[in-house]
């Protein structure tokens, strides 16, 4: 996936697991070629760490973007480490990535 552009991108995907109005995505695709980054860190999720039925939806929801993203010519890298960062940077190394783009996290609080 990817134009003419010689930019090397990685698009980190972090809870924001859609092809779709997925404005990280978009970018990098008209910079370049893209490497779609999936990377969860157990050790980093502390009292977060999901729940049984949760990591079932996140296993689903990440089949279904790895099914998008090749229907679009990309592939879906998945990483399980403990270091969100050694993993980026491993990342950006093996492909020589000029860059790395992601989409903002929301934080629900209150009600």
């Keep these: 996936m990817g134009s003419s552009g010689d930019c ?3 698009v980190w ?7 779709e109005d997925n404005p990280a ?4 695709a008209r910079d370049g070629s893209v490497l779609a980054v999936f990377i969860w860190c157990p050790k980093e999720e502390q009292q977060f760490y999901p729940g049984r039925v949760s990591r079932w939806w996140l296993k689903q929801s990440l089949i279904q973007l790895g099914q998008s993203l090749k ?5 879906l890298v998945l990483m399980k480490t403990q270091s969100t ?3 980026l940077i491993e990342c950006i190394t093996a492909v020589g990535a000029t ?3 992601f989409n903002q996290l929301y934080v629900k609080r209150g009600f």
Excluded: E, Q
């Design 8 to 10: 090397k991108t990685i």
């Design 13 to 19: 995907f972090r809870r924001d697991l859609r092809i």
């Design 25 to 28: 995505l978009s970018a990098a």
């Design 71 to 75: 229907s679009i010519g990309a592939d």
């Design 85 to 87: 960062v050694s993993a």
């Design 99 to 101: 860059k790395v783009v």
